[in-house]
């Protein structure tokens, strides 16, 4: 997997490019579909955004590739445990009612990475859980778009960025999206561009991988008052 500034020796910056507050409402959703369970495992955690109102509602664990990341998570989640390992390798020797894992799946860019993840999911789940995937895209609700976003800080950063997604080669399992971030410190602005290659699968190989692996799979739409398509989840309940 492709190491990324931004989740290496940018991660400080990452509150600034994409806030915790703007999660609350999906948070919010994803919690219906973890409910009723008690421990929750975050697969590719990030910044802990996520976590920060999930942990409301759930006894969180966090586990993510990039120590950077995890180290800007545990500023605003210091009293749940953090594990630093790869969603596709990882085993911590227990097992939780429920695991999630938000759109830090897409760096899943074949099929074998995404069935390993699956793997790993499963057999973090107790019998009778269920884990929650929370793809941005799909092979068909993918369409090229941009975007852009940031903030000023109360230490004085500020950071904008800009994103451009498309598919170069519409025949494999990857999009691309191109960032340009725009970094002010203390009066200094620098521009950082990265290039980030993601996977995109279909409803139906996301449903067998599922399958697959052991869970009895299912797909749900998205609800969501933000100005955009919903998003498909993908939920696997292990019997």
Avoid: C
């Amino acid at each position: 997997m492709t190491a990324h500034r931004f989740y290496g020796d940018l991660a400080s910056w990452w509150p600034l490019i994409s806030p915790a507050e703007e999660y609350r409402e999906e948070a919010a959703f994803v919690a219906t579909l973890l409910r009723p369970a008690s421990s929750v495992l975050e697969l590719g955690s990030g910044g802990g955004h996520n976590a920060v109102h999930l942990k409301r509602h759930f006894s969180i664990t966090l586990s993510d590739l990039s120590p950077g990341m995890l180290a800007e998570s545990r500023k605003i989640n210091p009293e749940l445990a953090h594990h630093q390992g790869d969603m596709r390798t990882m085993r911590l020797g227990q097992r939780f009612d429920a695991v999630f894992a938000h759109d830090a799946i897409e760096y899943m860019t074949t099929e074998a990475d995404l069935r390993a993840a699956i793997d790993t999911a499963y057999v973090h789940t107790k019998p009778g859980g269920r884990a929650v995937f929370v793809p941005d895209d799909t092979t068909e609700s993918f369409t090229p778009e941009t975007d852009h976003g940031g903030v000023d800080g109360p230490d004085g950063r500020a950071a904008r960025y800009l994103s451009w997604s498309y598919d170069p080669d519409p025949g494999d399992t990857t999009t691309v999206t191109e960032y340009a971030f725009l970094l002010r410190d203390n009066g200094a602005t620098i521009s950082v561009h990265e290039r980030h290659e993601t996977g995109l699968h279909s409803s139906d190989t996301w449903l067998r991988l599922l399958r697959a692996a052991g869970f009895a799979p299912a797909a749900v739409t998205e609800e969501t008052s933000e100005d955009r398509r919903p998003r498909t989840l993908f939920i696997g309940t292990r019997g």
